[in-house]
């Protein structure tokens, strides 16, 4: 391991965007956002020699960090554009929340645990991303008061598509959730809303952790 760079080096991050490059991210401005929101400050401390690799890792709160992959493929996916307003349901470390943020002008983002929302706020400010907002409460309900919301992102598996947050989607909207049956397989799908019907793709096969029903306690 001597001859690995210390998380976060330009070699590695450079190594990392070649690697989201080759695996099929084409989007420069999504490459871009990836490359400005910096992994090793949202990984805890005993995992920041894994920063930079291409996998999930625990966070506090028995949840986890999404796989960077993943998270550009879905923010590639959600097809931005920098007047969009994006609501996140699913904080965790706030890592999806801030490459986001590059992206598009505010995001609304809710976790149900008040420790990782609390971790995530602090962060993300001290990091400069200012635009985005963390709300404590139960994603299945959304979040009313800034809807209707040009995109909707979850990162956690739904075993329904919950309703709220349909009704919270812009007409014209998109919203990725991964979907199928909690510690399964379950399958990421891009749901578009037109004024007469909502339409379904089925992209790649992922594992989240569960979307769970209300606020966390403690
Ligand atoms: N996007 C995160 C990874 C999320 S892991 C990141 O970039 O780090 C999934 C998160 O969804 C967990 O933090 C979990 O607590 C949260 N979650 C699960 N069910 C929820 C719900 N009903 N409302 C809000 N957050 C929820």
């Known amino acids: 391991m ?53 996998r999930a890792l625990p966070i506090a709160c028995g949840q986890t960090i999404s796989q960077p992959y993943l998270v550009a493929y879905m923010t590639e996916q959600l097809a931005l554009q920098p007047r969009h307003r994006v609501l996140e349901i699913g904080t965790g470390s706030g890592y999806q929340a801030a490459v ?45 008061e800034g809807a209707p919301y040009d995109r909707i992102i979850v990162t956690a598996a739904a075993e329904e598509i919950p309703e709220a947050l349909v009704e919270q989607l812009a007409e014209g909207g998109v919203m990725l959730l991964p979907l199928g049956p909690h510690g399964g397989t379950q399958r990421l799908v891009r749901l578009n809303k037109s004024q007469t019907e909502l339409a379904r793709e089925d992209l790649i096969a992922v594992r989240f952790v569960p979307l769970l029903t209300g606020k966390a306690k403690g």
């Open 2 to 54: 001597s001859d690995m760079p210390p998380a976060g080096s330009n070699e590695e991050r450079m190594q990392f965007l070649l690697d989201l490059r080759r695996r099929g991210i084409g989007s420069a401005a999504v490459l871009r956002a990836m490359d400005e929101a910096p992994r090793e400050y949202f990984v805890p401390l005993d995992a920041v020699e894994s920063a930079y690799a291409d």
């Open 100 to 144: 986001l943020s590059r992206l598009a002008r505010e995001v609304v983002s809710v976790e149900r645990f008040s420790q990782l929302a609390e971790a995530a706020r602090v962060r993300l400010e001290t990091l400069g991303f200012d635009n985005v907002e963390i709300i404590v409460g139960d994603g299945l309900s959304g979040h009313a």
